[in-house]
């Protein structure tokens, strides 16, 4: 069974469809990118997995459990169950200012989790490194570039040992040359066979790092499949023009 | 100007400093977690409760805290069969007009600081799994804090300056010394030691707050 399974997925504001009857799924160890032009729906999808978005109709499941079922959400701690099982992390990084890069890790599982702090220490020295920032554990988010803001924001996210990891277009507010030291610590997750589902505008990391791809377009799946199929031999005119247009 | 008149002047006008700050001290105390509490009520989803308090800044905004501290001094005990019961200690009154209307002072520029915190910040604190207290206590009010911080430094520089207003209602306090000196004595100095008292004030005052501020950098 796919970790994740979306199922008739109907989300609009007012009047305006934002996703139609949307239908995918997510294994495990899976990497996903969703692409496609911007108002296409895309964040909105990834944000209704951990119910940051409240959809109007369909059914989510993840891991078994439905998050919601045909349009009908479970009790609010059965939300918060399924939700902390998922990571997020933001195009905004959403560092907590007021806290040093250390306490930004530490804070969730502490509160949350109520986990040791001989343990928690252990672990976020051990996840600053990985992202290749230990030396600035005591640093405010304030004086770090905004490439060491996202790789704090993914330790941040990693901290709450999440199954799963979602980013919402993770490098868009990066100035280009930041991009590379952020896409690197995804690709790192990737080949540890972190599942992942990745709204990006990477066009080249969608196609060496991801498993599949998705293009969207005005609230629908318009094709999904292998990167090699997608990139190199669209079948839809849709995704043939969108990806024209980039090159 | 001799230095012994200073001196004979300054012994009850430092007397009359100690009603200032201590006027000071209480409206700060109390004011300050009034004007969050009214800030939450303003937010609040019952609207019936918004309502009043929306009203009630309003009206403490809007008209004169001379006027609010005569009001409840003095008109108070006016009022037809309760105003005999209203008849208050006037420190007290006064300490309790200054914090009625610095609350509501102070819960506006809460409420700014609250609408200056991101979106973002409550999205990330729900997907870590915080519960709505934690977010609150945790994360949104120590950066509103930080936010409004210039702001309440500023109004505690008037509230400094504003303690004159006991002079209004017979409070001696500062400038009330200060007065009673220059009506006995036919000089102006006094005004001059009272000024100076002041800005001692405001400048110890300013010294410290800006080393609040300087702990409360995040950076």
New interface residues.
């Given amino acids: 069974m796919a970790f994740i399974e979306v199922t008739n997925l109907i989300k609009s504001y007012d009047r305006l469809d934002v996703l139609k009857q949307i239908s995918f799924t997510v294994e495990r160890n899976e990497v996903v990118a969703i692409i496609g032009p911007s108002g296409s729906g895309k964040s909105t999808l990834l944000r209704s997995l951990?119910?940051?978005e409240t959809i109007d109709n369909g059914t989510i499941t993840v891991d078994g459990s439905n998050l919601v079922k045909n349009g009908v959400y479970a009790k609010p701690k059965e939300i918060?169950e399924i939700?902390?099982k998922?990571?997020?992390v933001?195009q905004?990084?959403?560092?907590?200012?007021?806290l040093t890069v250390k306490q930004n890790l530490e804070?969730?599982p502490k509160?949350?989790?109520k986990e040791a702090s001989g343990d928690l220490e252990k672990r976020s020295s051990a996840l600053l490194e990985k992202v290749g920032l230990a030396d600035r554990a005591d640093a405010?988010?304030?004086?770090l570039s905004g490439g060491q803001k996202q790789r704090v924001a993914i330790a941040?996210?990693l901290m709450?040992n999440p199954e799963i990891l979602l980013f919402d277009e993770p490098t868009s507010a990066l100035d280009p040359e930041l991009t590379g030291e952020v896409l690197k610590v995804m690709k790192d997750l990737a080949d540890e066979q972190m599942t992942m589902v990745v709204v990006t505008h990477e066009m080249a990391f969608a196609k060496e790092v991801a498993d599949r791809v998705i293009f969207m377009d005005k609230g629908e799946i318009i094709e999904s499949d292998s990167p090699a199929q997608i990139f190199k031999n669209p079948k839809n005119e849709r995704t043939k023009a969108f990806l024209g247009l980039l090159e | 100007m001799s230095f012994d008149y200073i001196n004979m002047v300054l012994k009850p006008m430092l007397d009359g400093t100690k009603v200032t700050l201590l006027l000071f001290l209480i409206v700060i105390i109390f004011s300050i977690p009034l004007g969050f509490l009214l800030t939450l009520a303003v937010r609040s989803r019952f609207k019936p409760l918004s309502l009043i308090v929306h009203a009630y800044i309003y009206v403490m905004r809007g008209t004169p805290l001379l006027l609010q501290l005569l009001f409840i001094v003095f008109g108070l005990p006016l009022l037809p069969v309760i105003g005999d019961y209203l008849v208050l200690d006037r420190f007290v009154a006064a300490c309790l007009g200054f914090v009625l209307n610095y609350a509501a002072y102070f819960a506006e520029i809460f409420r700014g600081g609250l609408l200056a915190i991101d979106r973002g910040q409550y999205e990330a604190a729900q997907v870590l799994g915080f519960n709505k207290w934690q977010t609150m206590t945790r994360i949104i009010l120590p950066q509103m804090f930080r936010v409004a911080l210039p702001t309440v430094a500023n109004e505690s520089i008037t509230l400094v300056k504003d303690t004159s207003l006991l002079y209004a209602v017979a409070v001696p306090e500062l400038l009330h010394y200060a007065q009673t000196a220059v009506n006995r004595d036919f000089t102006i100095v006094p005004y001059f030691v009272a000024a100076v008292i002041y800005l001692v004030i405001t400048l110890l005052l300013t010294m410290i707050l800006k080393r609040i501020e300087r702990k409360y950098q995040f950076e």
């Fill in positions: 951990v119910h940051l918060k939700t902390a998922m990571g997020m933001f905004h990084f959403n560092l907590f200012p007021h804070l969730a509160l949350v989790r405010f988010p304030a004086k941040r996210a709450m």
